[in-house]
Structure formats: structure tokens, C-alpha cells
DNA sequence: AAATCTGTCAACCGCCAACTT
DNA sequence: GAAGTTGGCGGTTGACAGATT
């Protein structure tokens, strides 16, 4: 039926991308502009997939990527986004100029999502009342071959610590003064980029 | 100094929605 | 409308570096 999304064939690379590779793609993209990412690698000279190039693209070579430390107004509207729309990281990261999906998710499982801990605040649905617990969550503690999550069945009986409320109502309703416009807006530029005034969370 | 642990982040994987045929 | 293709998304993994024992 559906073909595998890269053809699994050998002599494609993996891992990290070298100078090399990184220049044939922005040569190749800054030539025929972004898209056809399938049809990229052939065209450019690269044995990658096209998704790798695409992600490679987006995540590191697109021009106006801020890259390096987030900045407190960043983690504030990060937070609030978080708390409005899940993680649908996409959807966050076109709030933030120069910030990528993929640099995100990843501040916010390794900064963030303690740094609420900490206060006390449940991540999952941003409300208060979780204990500040240490730095890993228990389900990633010890051995990997363990690793468990909490299954339906346990997190109802874990009572709301845990409990990822449905959506959007309990988001709603836990953050009634939230009020950001999520409008589709064009792509950012430093005009439209951040909202003057935030609403306050009290975090 | 060596071994082990922990945190970070780039990259991969699988799924899904949108689009095309 | 069904089947196939593509791009995009979110979850997860694994390599690496720095910290700790």
C-alpha cells in the first residue's frame, strides 16, 4: 500500500549532517527555493531522504533562525501558548520569530516543564497543586528497558495530579484570563512579533 | 583518573491530513 | 470515491558533553 516515506535503500546517510551536506542543501534551496523536498535530495546531490532535508532545512539552515538561549519574555509566551494549545509546538513556535517547532519542544521538556514542576504547577494542564518532585518525572526514572507511562487506567487512579484534562474546555477554564489572538496571522517579521502586553498567569 | 550519571538537543520515526490522480 | 503521494507534525531516541561519584 503506502510506500515507506524515505526509501529505506542503502548508501543514504544518517546521523548528523556535514558541511558539506549542509551547503549542497542551502546551494540547492537558495537556487529552486523550498519544496519537492521528495525530489531534493536526487536534485541537489545528497543521500539523504527528503524529510531529513526538510528537517534540516527548517530546523537549521532557514535564514532569521535566532538559535542559542531563549529569553524570558520567549519562556513567558512559550508557557502561556503551552497552557492554551498543548503541544501543538507548530502552532507555538509561529508565535515566536525565529524560533523552530522542533527547538521548542525541546526547551520545554528540558527547561519549562521543570521549571513549572518546581513551582508546583502540573505541565500537563497547568494548574497548581502538583508537589515539587524531582527533576526527572517518575515514568523516566531508572532503566530505560523499564520505561513506563502511566497507563488510562493508573492516571485516573493517580487522581488529577497526573491527569491530562480533555480539551480545550479544562484549558479554558483553568486559564480563564487567557486571551491571546490566535488568529492565522502571516509569518512574523519584526513588526508583528510579539504582543506588547501579556496577559498575567501570576507563574 | 576512571566510571557512571544526567542533561541537552539534533535527528529519526510513524502517523495523519491534504492533495493529486 | 478510492488509492496513492507528499509534506508536516509530535513523540522519541541516541550521541555527546559536562557533572558527579
Same mark, same amino acid.
Given at each position: 500500500m503506502r510506500k515507506p516515506c524515505c526509501e529505506k535503500k542503502g548508501g543514504m546517510n544518517k546521523g548528523a549532517w556535514s558541511k558539506? /551536506? &549542509? #551547503?549542497?542543501?542551502?546551494?540547492?534551496?537558495?537556487?529552486h527555493g523550498e519544496g519537492c523536498w521528495r525530489s531534493l535530495p536526487q536534485a541537489a546531490g545528497l543521500l539523504r531522504c527528503g524529510k531529513s532535508c526538510r528537517l534540516r532545512w527548517v530546523n537549521y539552515l532557514r535564514p532569521n533562525?535566532?538559535?542559542?538561549?531563549?529569553? /524570558? &519574555? #520567549?519562556?513567558?509566551?512559550i508557557i502561556k501558548l503551552h497552557a492554551l494549545l498543548g503541544n501543538r509546538w507548530s502552532l507555538i513556535?509561529?508565535?515566536?520569530?525565529?524560533?523552530?517547532?522542533?527547538?521548542?519542544k525541546n526547551y520545554w521538556n528540558t527547561h519549562l516543564r521543570r521549571k513549572l514542576i518546581q513551582r508546583g504547577i502540573d505541565p500537563n494542564n497547568h494548574r497548581p497543586?502538583?508537589?515539587?518532585?524531582?527533576s526527572k518525572p517518575q515514568?523516566?526514572?531508572?532503566?530505560?528497558?523499564?520505561?513506563k507511562l502511566p497507563s488510562h487506567e493508573e492516571?485516573?487512579?493517580?487522581?488529577?495530579?497526573?491527569?491530562?484534562?480533555?480539551?480545550?474546555e479544562s484549558r479554558m477554564t483553568a486559564l480563564p484570563d487567557l486571551n491571546l489572538d490566535l488568529t492565522i496571522a502571516l509569518p512574523f517579521t519584526e513588526e508583528n512579533s510579539f504582543?506588547?502586553?501579556?496577559?498575567?498567569l501570576g507563574y
Open positions: 558539506q /551536506e &549542509d #551547503e549542497k542543501l542551502i546551494d540547492y534551496v537558495h537556487e533562525l535566532k538559535r542559542g538561549n531563549f529569553g /524570558e &519574555d #520567549e519562556e513567558d509566551l513556535a509561529g508565535r515566536l520569530p525565529g524560533r523552530t517547532d522542533n527547538e521548542i497543586g502538583l508537589l515539587a518532585c524531582p515514568h523516566l526514572k531508572s532503566n530505560t528497558s523499564e520505561l492516571d485516573e487512579e493517580a487522581g488529577s495530579v497526573l491527569r491530562c484534562p480533555s480539551e480545550p504582543p506588547t502586553k501579556l496577559p498575567q
